[in-house]
C-alpha cells in the first residue's frame, strides 16, 4: 500500500471516492436484488403457488449438495432476472419524446443513489474519511435530494406527445 502514499492528497480523495462509491452501488443493487426475491417469494406463499425456485443457470443446480439447496430457495433468481435486464431488447414507443422517455428513470434513480453519500459506513479507510460528503445537515440533504426523485415521474408524463 505504500504507492498510495505517493499520491497526492487529491489523487488519494478521487481513488477513495470512487471506491466508496463502487462500494455503495454495488451494495444497494445487492439488497434491491434479493428485496425482489423475498417479495417474489412472500407473494407466492400469499397466492399459495411456486415461488422462483426454478431458476438454475448453466448448470449450476447439478452441483452436488449446495446446487439443489440454492435453486430450491430461489438464490439463482436474481442473477438470472440482472441478465434479463442486460439482454432483454429495448424499444420505445413512436409518439414518445425520445429524450424525456430515456432521460426520466435515470433521473428518478439519481436521488436513490445521492443519499447514501451522507451515511458513515465507517470511520476511516487509510487516511480518507469513509463518508462520501462530510455534511453537518446530513439529514436535511437527504430529505432534499429524495424529494428531487418527482421530476423523473412528471419528466416520463410529459414525454408523450
Known amino acids: ?10 489523487s488519494q480523495f478521487l481513488l477513495f471516492s470512487g471506491i466508496k462509491i463502487a462500494v455503495v452501488i454495488v451494495f444497494v443493487l445487492t439488497v434491491v436484488a434479493y428485496a425482489v426475491l423475498v417479495e417474489r417469494k412472500v407473494s407466492a406463499f400469499i397466492q399459495d403457488r411456486v415461488g422462483p425456485n426454478r431458476t438454475t ?4 443446480g447439478k452441483i452436488p449438495f449446495l446446487g439443489p439447496l440454492l435453486t430450491r430457495w430461489g438464490m439463482f433468481q436474481p442473477m438470472a432476472d440482472g441478465l434479463k435486464f442486460i439482454l432483454k431488447e429495448d424499444f420505445t414507443p ?14 428518478t434513480m439519481i ?4 443519499t447514501f453519500a451522507v451515511i458513515p ?9 469513509m463518508v462520501i460528503a462530510d455534511l453537518n445537515v446530513g439529514i436535511l440533504s437527504t430529505f432534499g435530494i429524495v424529494s428531487l426523485g418527482v421530476y423523473g415521474i412528471v419528466l416520463a408524463g410529459s414525454a408523450a406527445e
Not at 94 to 107: E, G, N, S, T
Not at 111 to 114: V, W
Not at 122 to 129: A, F
Open 121 to 129: 459506513f465507517g470511520s476511516t479507510l487509510g487516511k480518507q474519511s
Open 1 to 10: 500500500m505504500a504507492w498510495i502514499d505517493n499520491l497526492s492528497s487529491e
Open 57 to 60: 443457470p448453466w448448470g449450476l
Open 111 to 114: 436521488p436513490a443513489f445521492l
Open 94 to 107: 413512436d409518439y414518445v419524446r425520445k429524450a424525456y422517455f430515456w432521460l426520466a428513470p435515470m433521473i
